[in-house]
């Protein structure tokens, strides 16, 4: 069995359009931003990417189980 046999039937829909999807690419960018940021400005508080990241991916979960319709 393939791992496109695998997938679930509107795996392609749920990559476009998904918040969950949406708010992990956002926690992966603030993470980055994280390990970038303090090398350029020292003006911003430590740890202050890596809260909204925690955020972020908290809204991640919550997303997930909440039910979007395909009108968006």
């Not at 829909?13 to 603030?30: E, H, M, N």
């Not at 911003?44 to 909204?52: D, E, V």
């Amino acid at each position: 069995m393939n791992f496109e046999d695998r997938l679930i039937a509107d795996a392609q829909w749920v990559l476009k359009k998904s918040w969950s999807v949406r708010f992990i690419i956002i926690a992966a960018f603030l993470s980055g931003l994280e390990v970038v940021v303090p090398l350029f400005s020292d003006t911003i508080p430590r740890g202050s990417f890596a809260t909204l990241s925690f955020i972020v991916t908290a809204a991640a979960f919550v997303a997930r189980f909440v039910a979007q319709s395909r009108d968006e």
